[in-house]
């Protein structure tokens, strides 16, 4: 399985929509699976301490599981979006 991250929040990002597209496209021998960005909260220990939040946990396990990562995101000054950097 290959988790596909489009790097955006916005509804019609253009990234997001390569990343939808690239999973559209995948062939059948290979399983690209969307992570939804909009559901996962932003980094907060003490939100971690208390428990992870069932989306960061679902993700959490995808990714152990995934055999590849596919990011479609902008470059900002040499770096990836908040939510993907």
Request: hydrophobic share 50%.
């Amino acid at each position: 399985m290959i988790l596909a991250f489009g790097g955006s929040l916005r509804t019609l990002s253009a990234n997001a929509a390569l990343a939808r597209a690239a999973v559209a496209a995948a062939p059948g021998v290979v399983t690209l699976a969307p992570v939804e960005l909009d559901a996962l909260p932003f980094y907060d220990q003490d939100v971690e301490d208390a428990g992870l939040p069932s989306s960061v946990a679902t993700l959490r396990s995808a990714a152990f599981s995934a055999s590849a990562f596919l990011f479609a995101t902008p470059e900002c000054t040499s770096q990836g979006p908040t939510r993907c950097g």
